[in-house]
């Protein structure tokens, strides 16, 4: 059964950092453009940072930029990301999810990725 698996997250102050994983089981990770969402209560899930297959220009949505880092570890078929200077409005549930495209784009659309972690809970607070 395709699985992503996701792990880190947990409740830090401002200005802290956390780094999630997101491991495959059964299927290589390597070959697909891999996503990171997050979603707060009442709101729609928000496209965050997204790595292509090849690792080539990645994707941050602006309020993570300069902040948050993704990174895929080919030989542990995980992708991560380390999230740094978070700051409260970075609190949510955050989601891994597999692209069934080769690129990135804007991460507009939730529909274009077609499997997903099990979320996450990031607590920015102090």
């Known amino acids: 059964q395709v699985q992503l698996v996701q792990s880190g997250g947990g409740l830090v102050q401002p200005g802290g950092s956390l780094r999630l994983s997101c491991v495959a089981s059964?299927?290589?990770?390597?070959?697909?453009?891999v996503g990171w969402f997050r979603q707060t209560p009442g709101k729609e899930r928000e496209g965050v940072s997204c790595i292509s297959n090849s690792g080539e220009s990645p994707y941050y949505t602006d309020s993570v930029k300069g902040r948050f880092t993704i990174s895929r570890d080919h030989a542990k078929n995980t992708v991560y990301l380390q999230m740094n200077s978070l700051k409260p409005e970075d609190t949510a549930t955050y989601f891994c999810a597999r692209s069934i495209y080769t690129t990135c784009g804007t991460m507009q659309r939730t529909a274009e990725y077609d499997s997903w972690g099990q979320g996450t809970e990031v607590t920015v607070s102090s």
């Open positions: 059964q299927f290589t990770l390597n070959y697909y453009t």
